[in-house]
Nanobody, 124 residues
Framework: QVQLVESGGGLVQAGGSLRLSCAAS????????MGWFRQAPGKEREFVAA????????YYADSVKGRVTISRDKAKNTVHLQMNSLKPEDTAVYYC?????????????????WGQGTQVTVSS
């Protein structure tokens, strides 16, 4: 069983930055891809970013490309999402997820464990 715990969310003004973190309970997570998704009120969950097992390959949604960086620290079993130049439309609950495979994916069904989420609110 893998447990994922997100942290780092909060309230920030437009143009600001936040760094989200996801701590995994099991060392086996290092052999799988990891991803971040988000869900805004009244909207479906959407893909944000993913990183492969080694950290050598990343993939971003077009809506965040150039503003967001995903990274992982295998020694600490953590994944980070650095978000810069935040916009009000980035407001959502952000979820960390463990992939079923070692390669990146933007499909939610290719992730098998999810965290509880952390709220990000960007004010205009």
């Amino acid at each position: 069983q893998v447990q994922l715990v997100e942290s780092g969310g909060g309230l920030v003004q437009a143009g600001g930055s936040l760094r989200l973190s996801c701590a995994a309970s099991a060392r086996t997570f290092t052999t799988y891809a990891m991803g971040w998704f988000r869900q805004a009120p009244g909207k479906e969950r959407e893909f944000v970013a993913a990183i492969n097992w080694s950290g050598g390959s990343t993939y971003y949604a077009d809506s965040v490309k150039g503003r967001v960086t995903i990274s992982r620290d295998k020694a600490k079993n953590t994944v980070h999402l650095q978000m810069n130049s935040l916009k009000p439309e980035d407001t959502a609950v952000y979820y960390c997820a463990k992939g079923r495979y070692y390669t990146v994916s933007y499909y939610a069904y290719e992730y098998d464990y999810w965290g509880q989420g952390t709220q990000v609110t960007v004010s205009s």
